[in-house]
């Protein structure tokens, strides 16, 4: 898949106009409704996909919808975040695209990549959170989706923090993801990793990447 990176921030921009909720947790029978999100970039072409699965299935609008457009969101956000890494100097691209806990690998170490907002429990305590990375990484872990993408697997964790709390408007800020992404690359070294032991025998390593405005 060909990826536009001004292309997907314009797109995820427009997003922006309602709120971010969701009316129902997040599941594998609502994920399947709403799989076109994959294969639909543009905003424009999502909202009568969206309508036609409403009709289709004979579901509430608004829960459709909210569900429909922040996986597609996230989607999006996600697709450009793995490009970054794929084009950064020392990044290994995963070649299959079917594995579930490889995205990439760096520096001899495979990763995966989840974009996270701040948690809300944190307070908007960016200084506390910086402070005991170990920690919210542990949290982030255990507070992960119990659908398809749980793992305990080697994971890149890029948390979005805004001042304003509206940390999820930075998943689209596509060219400021981009930035801090290869920084964090270029100035990478395996013993900034942290260590875990989630899953016995398995050693997990992971880290933070802090994209703040």
Same mark, same amino acid.
């Given at each position: 898949m060909k990826i536009n990176l001004s292309k997907i921030e314009i797109e995820l921009k427009k997003r922006h106009q309602y709120p971010y909720k969701w009316y129902r947790?997040?599941?594998d029978i609502w994920d399947g409704y709403t799989n076109f999100i994959y294969t639909t970039l543009f905003w424009d072409d999502l909202i009568p996909k969206i309508a036609t699965t409403v009709k289709k299935y004979q579901l509430d609008k608004k829960e459709v919808f909210y569900y429909a457009i922040n996986r597609w969101y996230n989607f999006w956000s996600a697709m450009a975040v793995e490009h970054i890494f794929s084009n950064c100097e020392g990044i290994t691209p995963e070649q299959n695209s079917k594995d579930r806990v490889v995205d990439f690998t760096l520096q001899g170490t495979s990763f995966d990549h989840k974009t996270s907002v701040f948690p809300k429990h944190l307070q908007n305590d960016l200084w506390s959170a910086k402070n005991n990375k170990r920690e919210l990484i542990t949290w982030l872990y255990k507070?992960?989706?119990?659908q398809q993408r749980q793992h305990f697997k080697n994971r890149l964790f890029i948390i979005v923090h805004k001042k304003d709390?509206?940390?999820?408007? +930075?998943?689209? *800020? /596509? &060219?400021? +993801?981009?930035? *801090? /992404? &290869?920084?964090y690359v270029l100035n990478f070294k395996p013993s900034q990793l942290q260590k875990f032991i989630f899953t016995t025998p398995t050693e997990t390593l992971s880290d933070i990447i802090w994209v703040n405005r």
């Open positions: 947790k997040q599941n507070n992960q989706s119990t709390g509206e940390h999820w408007k +930075l998943k689209s *800020e /596509i &060219k400021l +993801l981009e930035k *801090e /992404i &290869k920084n």
